[in-house]
């Protein structure tokens, strides 16, 4: 009880609970104070001109924290946009920029279990912070814990419901830059399955389809409203797998439906699969779409339809990004068509800033993505949008059905066309997460990186913990470091990279590992061997004191 919950560019996130490692009524209400005393430092016009704008979704607690956060603003004066009720993440994103907040803050534990629940910080530019603002806010926090007196009753004077206003710009912001089929194309397709996962996304993806004129998707019932107890799940998080999407899949299966979409808990991501049909019916078999899958499809999809709209802008003025654990293969797609990739940090933090660093030098940013199904439109908004992404994807799965093929066909000929990307991933739990320390104390300790893996020898390292790169001729990591950070890849013969990383936000060391290759099959093999030798050879779980997971 006595360890502080640490606050970063993730802001917090942890069990809800009694002590100061756990989120409570205290932890929000210092966090909240340190907060507006350095945004009276950093940012004092704007935030008198403009408050904040705080939202909270369905989750235990999350209204209460909301309001109690609204409260230490309103105790200084400081105007409000409050949400009358729950919202996806990407409305408040959408909010800070259309609103001119000098902050925006959301109550969210996102696609965590029920028992947890997060305090994510916009800055001013609509976009997640990065440093240095972190360090300043969490030395204000560290400032300011005394409990300040706050009114019993929300001053109404301060406060104000900014949710139509969001609505109206967002949803024309998405039909004006990212539908582009006509709503009789459209409506003329088939419909989809989609399930919020018991979260908050369900109405706003609803109103999405209907500006899009899509027929209206059949519903997952019983995980429609949302529900804190997350009831149908193990995990709100349709990255777990089948447990996750059983219900969405036996929906589509009784309604013969080829497309399935599921939203985690606060809309800010999408997952989708596709299930094969047999003379227009369903089979029960499902092709699962990773976050890479998507996200190659969703650029081509934008790609292909910003060239027919837009063939006076050149390709070298366009942008689209990726996180460093992401595929590579929107890397190789942007070397075939000519426009600019870049490579960021993990988390849409750094993807959302650096797209705007890309726009104020003049080149227009058509898309980024993560491949923990976090998807960014920048003509939206500044962050992962699942709402967005579901009303696209969905499009694009009716335009490629009107041609006679798949989304998995279609997904096929892309890696035809930009190469084999195998791709793997998957966790061991570190709970806390500070077991995972000794996992990268051993692999960088003295400099001497590991060799081989699996027999297939080590061509490069990156260490994001102490700034190298092998692989540059000074030696130096292009991507910005942070001394200790637990992020290091390994680069093999044989065209793969496997980068292991501890979660910011949950008690999970991950690994990400990719093969390029001409041939799949070969491809395959040595992901295979590589992935067989993580455990035993890298991260050596017991040692650690970390399980795998699943046991």
């Given at each position: 009880?006595c360890?502080?919950?640490?606050?970063?560019?993730?802001?917090?996130?942890a069990?809800?609970?009694?002590?100061?490692?756990?989120?409570?009524?205290?932890?929000?209400?210092?966090?909240?104070?340190?907060?507006l005393?350095?945004?009276?430092?950093?940012?004092?016009?704007?935030?008198?001109?403009?408050?904040?704008?705080?939202?909270?979704?369905?989750?235990?607690?999350?209204?209460?924290?909301?309001?109690?956060?609204?409260?230490?603003?309103?105790?200084?004066?400081?105007?409000?946009?409050?949400?009358?009720g729950?919202?996806?993440?990407p409305?408040?994103?959408?909010g800070?920029?259309?609103?001119?907040?000098?902050?925006?803050?959301?109550?969210?534990?996102?696609?965590?279990?029920?028992?947890?629940?997060?305090?994510?910080?916009?800055?001013?530019?609509?976009?997640?912070?990065?440093?240095p603002h972190?360090?300043g806010?969490?030395?204000?926090?560290?400032?300011?814990?005394?409990?300040w007196?706050?009114?019993?009753?929300?001053?109404?004077?301060?406060?104000?419901?900014?949710?139509?206003?969001?609505?109206?710009?967002?949803?024309?912001?998405?039909?004006?830059?990212?539908?582009?089929?006509?709503?009789?194309?459209?409506?003329?397709?088939?419909?989809a399955?989609?399930?919020?996962?018991?979260?908050?996304?369900?109405?706003?993806v609803?109103r999405?389809?209907?500006?899009?004129?899509?027929?209206?998707?059949?519903?997952?019932?019983?995980?429609?409203?949302?529900?804190?107890?997350?009831?149908?799940?193990?995990?709100?998080?349709?990255?777990?797998?089948?447990g996750?999407?059983?219900?969405?899949?036996?929906?589509?299966?009784?309604n013969?439906?080829?497309?399935?979409?599921?939203?985690?808990?606060?809309?800010?991501?999408?997952?989708?699969?596709?299930?094969?049909?047999?003379?227009?019916?369903?089979?029960?078999?499902?092709t699962?779409?990773?976050?890479?899958?998507?996200?190659?499809?969703?650029?081509?999809?934008?790609?292909?339809?910003?060239?027919?709209?837009?063939?006076?802008v050149?390709?070298?003025?366009?942008?689209?990004?990726?996180?460093?654990?992401?595929?590579?293969?929107?890397?190789?797609?942007?070397a075939?068509?000519?426009?600019?990739?870049?490579?960021?940090?993990?988390?849409?933090?750094?993807?959302?800033?650096?797209?705007k660093?890309?726009?104020?030098?003049?080149?227009?940013?058509?898309?980024?993505?993560?491949?923990?199904?976090?998807?960014?439109?920048?003509?939206?908004?500044?962050?992962?949008?699942?709402?967005?992404?579901?009303?696209?994807?969905?499009?694009m799965?009716?335009?490629?059905?009107?041609?006679?093929?798949?989304?998995?066909?279609?997904?096929?000929?892309?890696?035809?066309?930009?190469?084999?990307?195998?791709?793997?991933?998957?966790?061991?739990?570190?709970?806390?997460?500070?077991?995972?320390?000794?996992?990268?104390?051993?692999?960088?300790?003295?400099?001497q990186?590991?060799?081989?893996?699996?027999?297939?020898?080590?061509?490069?390292?990156?260490?994001?913990?102490?700034?190298?790169?092998?692989?540059?001729?000074?030696?130096?990591?292009?991507?910005?470091?942070?001394?200790?950070?637990?992020?290091l890849?390994?680069?093999?013969?044989?065209?793969?990279?496997?980068?292991?990383?501890?979660?910011?936000?949950e008690?999970k060391?991950?690994?990400?590992?990719?093969?390029?290759?001409?041939?799949?099959?070969?491809?395959?093999?040595?992901?295979?061997?590589?992935?067989?030798?993580?455990?035993?050879?890298?991260?050596?779980?017991?040692?650690?004191?970390?399980?795998?997971?699943?046991?």
């Open positions: 009880m360890k502080r919950l640490e606050f970063g560019t993730a802001g917090l996130r069990k809800m609970g009694p002590g100061f490692n756990r989120m409570n009524a205290v932890t929000i209400q210092q966090t909240t104070q340190g907060l005393r350095y945004l009276q430092q950093q940012a004092p016009q704007q935030l008198a001109d403009n408050g904040v704008i705080i939202g909270f979704d369905a989750r235990h607690n999350s209204k209460d924290y909301a309001h109690l956060a609204a409260a230490v603003f309103a105790s200084a004066g400081v105007k409000v946009a409050l949400p009358g729950f919202v996806p993440t409305f408040v994103a959408a800070v920029a259309l609103l001119g907040c000098a902050a925006g803050v959301m109550v969210t534990a996102s696609h965590n279990t029920k028992e947890y629940n997060g305090y994510k910080v916009y800055w001013g530019n609509g976009c997640q912070i990065i440093p972190d360090a806010i969490a030395a204000a926090i560290e400032a300011n814990q005394q409990l007196q706050l009114p019993e009753e929300l001053p109404q004077q301060l406060l104000h419901d900014p949710t139509d206003a969001i609505s109206s710009s967002y949803y024309a912001k998405l039909q004006q830059h990212l539908r582009f089929c006509s709503a009789a194309k459209n409506g003329a397709g088939a419909r399955v989609y399930t919020p996962l018991h979260g908050v996304g369900g109405k706003f609803l999405a389809f209907s500006d899009f004129g899509l027929p209206p998707p059949v519903l997952v019932e019983a995980q429609m409203q949302p529900d804190p107890e997350f009831p149908t799940v193990s995990f709100p998080n349709p990255e777990e797998g089948e996750t999407w059983q219900m969405a899949f036996d929906t589509a299966t009784a013969n439906v080829q497309l399935v979409l599921a939203n985690d808990p606060d809309a800010d991501r999408l997952a989708a699969a596709e299930q094969t049909l047999a003379d227009g019916k369903g089979t029960g078999q499902f699962t779409f990773s976050g890479n899958d998507i996200g190659l499809l969703l650029a081509d999809w934008v790609w292909t339809n910003f060239r027919k709209q837009h063939p006076e050149p390709a070298s003025s366009c942008i689209m990004l990726a996180s460093a654990v992401s595929s590579a293969a929107l890397g190789a797609m942007a075939a068509e000519g426009f600019r990739f870049e490579q960021t940090l993990t988390g849409f933090k750094w993807l959302g800033n650096i797209a660093q890309k726009q104020a030098q003049g080149l227009t940013v058509l898309f980024a993505f993560e491949e923990a199904i976090g998807f960014m439109f920048p003509a939206t908004n500044m962050d992962k949008d699942g709402v967005s992404a579901a009303a696209v994807f969905a499009e799965a009716a335009s490629h059905y009107r041609r006679g093929t798949t989304v998995a066909a279609h997904l096929r000929e892309l890696y035809n066309r930009y190469g084999q990307f195998v791709f793997r991933a998957s966790y061991y739990i570190a709970d806390p997460p500070s077991r995972s320390q000794p996992v990268f104390d051993r692999l960088r300790k003295d400099g990186y590991p060799t081989a893996l699996g027999g297939v020898k080590v061509t490069g390292v990156r260490d994001l913990g102490t700034g190298l790169d092998t692989r540059q001729p000074d030696q130096q990591a292009v991507l910005p470091w942070t001394p200790g950070d637990m992020m890849t390994l680069f093999f013969e044989g065209d793969g990279v496997l980068t292991l990383r501890a979660s910011a936000t008690p060391l991950k690994y990400y590992l990719e093969v390029k290759g001409a041939d799949r099959a070969a491809a395959e093999a040595l992901a295979s061997r590589l992935e067989a030798a993580i455990t035993d050879e890298l991260v050596q779980p017991q040692a650690a004191g970390i399980k795998m997971r699943g046991l």
